[in-house]
C-alpha cells in the first residue's frame, strides 16, 4: 500500500511490457468459478428457506437471498466473462504481480497456526496459547530475533490477558494455571 | 440553511443539551476514558497500513463490557479521532496511508518528509485536523437534530432508497471494477441475510450449521476482512521481500533539510519570514509563520469541503480529500513545488478528512445510514449495546448523542495536546518489527471475537472471513462494499419489504412521492458518478475519458 492507491484510469501504463496471451488467467478464472459456485449454492439454499403463505412474493423471506444470489450468479458470469471476451488485462495483470511476491507457505502455515490457536485456547488457557501463537508466528513470519519475540510474546500474552479479564472484566479462558 | 444554523446557535434547547453532554464528559473517569482512547486510537492508527477502520475494528472488544454505553463511547470517539490521526502520521513518515483517504495527504507528506520537512508536515497535518474536526463538530451539533426531526417523516420507502443511495456510492467510488464492486456487495447481502428472518422468523442460508441460527456478526465480518485478510495478505509477502522497501523518516532529522530549506528560502524570497526560517533553521521549527500563513486557507477550504461530503451519503471521506487536494494545486501561489511536497498539498486534504467524518455522522447518527466502511463499524459500536441509530435516537438516548457529540470536541482538543509533543513514541511505533506487527494483530482479532462470543465457533467462521478477505485482496475486489451488505443489506431489506406491505405488495410506492423519486434519482447519480468524466469528454467528441476511481485499502 502506498501512493499507488490513488487510481484514476482502469487502464494504468503497463509496467514492462507484458502481452495478454503471456497473462496467467487461471488464477482469476477460478476465482469466478468460485464465485458462481457461491452464488449457485446460496440460490439452492434460498429455495429451502420456508415461506409457506408467502412464496416467492416481493414482501416474503424469499426475496432478498433471491436478489443476492441471482446478482451474483450473473455478476460473477461476467466477471467470468471480461477473463475472455475484452479481457481485464490489469486485473490479471494485478493477480500475477500479486502471485509473484507471494510466498505461499507462509499464508499456510500462519492459518493452520490460527486454527491450532482458535482449538488449543480453550485447554492452554489465554495467556499461554497467545504467548505461543505470537511467538511461533513471528518466526513463521520471517523474524530471527526468538529472545525478542519472546519476551513480546509473553508480555501480550499474560499482560494483555490479565489486563483485559481483570480491568475489562472480558471473559477469557484461564487454563491450568488459573490465567 | 443560514438561517437554520443561525437558529441552531441561539437555540436554548441545543445549548441545554450540549451542556449536559459537556457536564457528563468532563468528569476524571470520562476524561480518562478520552485521553486513553486517543492514545490507543493514535497507537493503533500509526501502526503501517492500519487506518480508521482497521483500528476500530480492533479496538472494538475493549468496549463490549462497558455496563454503561456513555464510557465506551467516549472512548471510542478517542479512538477514532486517535486513528485518524495516527493514519495521517504513517502516510507523512512512512508513505504508507492506512487507507484511502489519506493518500492524498501522503502524496505531498511524504514529499515533504523527505526534504527534512516532516515536522511541518505533521504540524499543519494536526492543526488542520484539529480546525477542520471542530468546524465539523460544530456543524454536525447543528444539523443533527433538524435533520433528525426531518427524518422522522421518513417513510419505509424512503429508508430503502437512502441504503440504495449508500450501496451505490460506496460501491462504485471504491472499486477500480464495477463488476468487482458489486460482486463484493452481493456477497455482503448475502452474509447479511444468513440467520433468522426478522420478519416472519425461518432461518435463511445457515446450510444446516446452528450456530449461524443467530447470523453473522458484523463486528465478525469486520474484524475478519479488515484484520486477519490485511495481515494474511500483508504476511504472505513478507518472506518475499515485498514489504522491505520501507524507508521511516525522522521527523527530528536535519540530515536532509539543506536542501529543502535552502531551495524553500529561495522561493520564499526575502522578507521578515525568510530571515526567521533561517534563524530557526537549526531547531526544526514544526511550523514557521510562512507555514501558517500557506495553511489556514486550505484548512478552513477543506473543511468546507470535507463536511458536506460527508453528510450526504456519497461515499466517505475518499472524494473530498482528493477534491480538496486538487483545489489546492489549482489556487496555490507555489505551483511548482506539488508533487515535491507542497504543505497547501497536506493541510487541506487533511482537513477535509477530519470534517467528512463529522458529516458522516449525520447520516450516521440520524439515519441510521452509514457512508463509510468506519461508519459502519461505528454503528456495529451501537448494536452492541442495542442501540439503533435513527432519527428516535435522539429522543430515547438524547443523553448518549450529546454526551458523544461532546467527546468528540474533547477528543479533537486532547488529540492536539497529546500527539506532536510524543511524535517520538509515534516514530518508535512506526519501528515495530513487521512480523510482530502482523502476529499481534491476529492475536488481538483473535481476542476479540473470542471475547465478544466466548465460542470457538465464531473464531474460525472469522478466519474463514479473512481468507475470503485474503483472496479478495489479491484480485482487486473491494472489502467496504461488503460491509456495507452485512450492515445495510438487512435495514434496506425490512424497510422494502415494511414499505411492500404497507402498499399490499404494489411496487409503485416507490415512485409515488417526490422524496422517495429524488432519492432514487440520487442513487442512479452516484451509480454513474465515476462514469462522469468519461461521459462528459465522450458528448464533447473526445474519447480519452477516463473513470474516476479512488482506491481502496479499508
Known sequence: MSTDGLHTTTTEPARGVVHERHVPWAGPRLVGVVLLALGVASLVATTAIH??????????????????????????????????????????????????????????ALLAALVGYALLLGTLGYALATTVFVWLVSWLLGSRSPGRDAIVAVALGVGVGYAFSRWLGVRLPAGPWGI | MDLALLHGLTDPVLAANLLDGFGNVLTVQNLLLAAAGVTLGTLVGVLPGIGPALTIALLLPL???????????????????????????????????????????????????RRGRARAALATAAIGSFVAGTIGIVLLTLVARPVADLAVK??????????????????????????????????????????????????????????????????????????????????????????????????????????????????????PSARGRAGRRRRNPWMTRQDVRRSWKPWLRGAAIGFPFGALPAGGAEVPTFLSYATEKRLTKHPDEFGKGAIEGVAGPEAANNASFSGTLVPLLTLGIPTSATAAIMLAAFQIFNLQPGPELFDTNSDLVWTLIASLYVGNVLLLLLN???????????????????????????LGVYSLSGSTVEVLVMYVIGVLGFFMRRYDFPVAPVILGVILGPVMEVQGRRALVGSGGDLSVFVSRPLTIVLLLVAVVALL??????????????????????????
Open chain 2, 420 to 446: 506532536l509533543p510524543l511524535i517520538r513514541v509515534w516514530v518508535k511505533v512506526l519501528e515495530v518489527p513487521r512480523p510482530l506487527l502482523y502476529a499481534g494483530i491476529l492475536a488481538f482479532a483473535t
Open chain 1, 51 to 108: 415461506s409457506a403463505e408467502l412464496g416467492w412474493s416481493l414482501e416474503g423471506p424469499r426475496m432478498a437471498p433471491l436478489i443476492g444470489s441471482v446478482a451474483l450468479i450473473v455478476l460473477s458470469l461476467l466477471y467470468l466473462l471480461r477473463t475472455v471476451w475484452r479481457p481485464d488485462v490489469d486485473l490479471a495483470r494485478f493477480a500475477a504481480n500479486e502471485a509473484e511476491a507471494t510466498h505461499w507457505p507462509t499464508p499456510g
Open chain 2, 154 to 271: 421518513f417513510r419505509p420507502e424512503d429508508y430503502f432508497a437512502l441504503a440504495l443511495i449508500a450501496f451505490a456510492s460506496v460501491t462504485t467510488l471504491v472499486a477500480r471494477s464495477m463488476i468487482r464492486g458489486l460482486i463484493s456487495l452481493a456477497l455482503g447481502i448475502l452474509i447479511g441475510v444468513v440467520g433468522i428472518d426478522q420478519l416472519t422468523g425461518q432461518s435463511r442460508l445457515t446450510f444446516g450449521v446452528d450456530q449461524l441460527g443467530n447470523g453473522v456478526d458484523i463486528v465478525i465480518v469486520a474484524v475478519g476482512l479488515f484484520a486477519v485478510g490485511e495481515a494474511l495478505h500483508m504476511a504472505a509477502k513478507l518472506r518475499s521481500g515485498g514489504a522491505d522497501e520501507e524507508e521511516i523518516i525522522d521527523p527530528g532529522a536535519d540530515g536532509q533539510a539543506g536542501d529543502g530549506d535552502a531551495r524553500d528560502a529561495a522561493d520564499d524570497g526575502t522578507g
Open chain 2, 63 to 113: 468496549t463490549f463490557n462497558f455496563s454503561d454505553p456513555t464510557g465506551a463511547f467516549i472512548l471510542f470517539a478517542g479512538i477514532y479521532a486517535g486513528g485518524m490521526y495516527g493514519g495521517s502520521t504513517t502516510s507523512i513518515l512512512l508513505n504508507t496511508p492506512g487507507e484511502s483517504s489519506s493518500v492524498a495527504t501522503a502524496i505531498e507528506g511524504h514529499q515533504m518528509a
Open chain 2, 529 to 554: 458518478m465515476p462514469y462522469l468524466p468519461a461521459i462528459v469528454a465522450r458528448l464533447r467528441g473526445r474519447r480519452d475519458g477516463r473513470k474516476l476511481v479512488f482506491g481502496e485499502e479499508d
